[in-house]
């Protein structure tokens, strides 16, 4: 049972142009949501998160964006640069006593062209 | 240092063997984790302790033995075993109570069973 989705195996845009990631999650207990960005050969590296109390987060060219009712998340990069091309994971965590235990989607491959 | 650092990088290993990953951190991080990541999936859960104590094991198969010998050091333990294990085996901390934001990965140790 995949609890966090990510439809899209790949995404391809010009530099300078705006990346938008999808993300879909079924669990209702999830209450906090995370981006990584992984390049191969390495382990996962943090890139901004949103709190399900939380519509919206910022930091820099990305934003986040949360719809609770609608069970989705969007990572927006904007401007895109070719740097920006790597795997981005969608992941989520329950609070209480899940011991901070992630739940990723399986990943996006963006490709940001010169 | 802000590092978790995982060692070795790559290992082969038969289905007789015994082999362990080893996974280290000095940012005083009480939660520690092992995921595992299959060929384009996402990395899963399979182990966390907390204060050197095994918290959660997410029914791993006990050919998987992992060991926390002080808070700094994480060890899997491997034996007998099957190619289907082959994956990138990812560790990673973070401070205990703080949100999941907060996870620090490893580089990976990139295990092929033969």
């Known amino acids: 049972d995949q609890q966090v989705k990510q439809n899209s195996p790949s995404l391809s845009v010009q530099e300078g142009r705006i990346s938008i990631l999808n993300c879909d999650y079924t669990?209702?207990?999830?209450?906090?949501f995370l981006w990584y960005k992984k390049y191969p050969a390495e382990g996962p590296t943090f890139l901004i998160s949103i709190s399900s109390i939380k519509d919206k987060n910022e930091d820099g060219r990305f934003t986040v964006f949360l719809n609770k009712s609608a069970k989705h998340l969007s990572l927006h990069i904007v401007p895109s640069q070719p740097g920006d091309s790597a795997v981005y994971f969608c992941?989520?965590?329950?609070?209480?006593?899940?011991?901070?235990?992630?739940?990723f989607g399986q990943g996006t491959i963006l490709t940001v062209h010169p | 240092d802000t590092e978790v650092t995982q060692t070795p990088k790559h290992l082969v290993m038969g289905m007789t063997n015994k082999k362990s990953l080893k996974c280290e951190q000095h940012m005083g991080h009480r939660a520690m984790y092992w995921y595992k990541q299959k060929a384009k999936k996402p990395p899963e859960l399979m182990f966390v302790y907390s204060y050197e104590k095994l918290s959660i094991n997410e029914s791993v198969p006990s050919r998987f033995s992992p060991e926390c010998p002080n808070s700094s050091l994480l060890n899997l333990h491997l034996h007998a075993l099957q190619p289907e294990d082959s994956a990138l085996y990812l560790c990673?901390?973070?401070?205990?109570?703080?949100?999941?934001?907060?996870?620090?990965f490893g580089s990976g140790t990139r295990l092929t069973v033969v």
């Open positions: 990673a901390s973070r401070i205990q109570g703080a949100p999941v934001n907060g996870y620090t």
């Open positions: 992941a989520a965590s329950a609070g209480g006593t899940s011991y901070g235990k992630l739940t």
């Open positions: 669990n209702s207990m999830f209450d906090y």
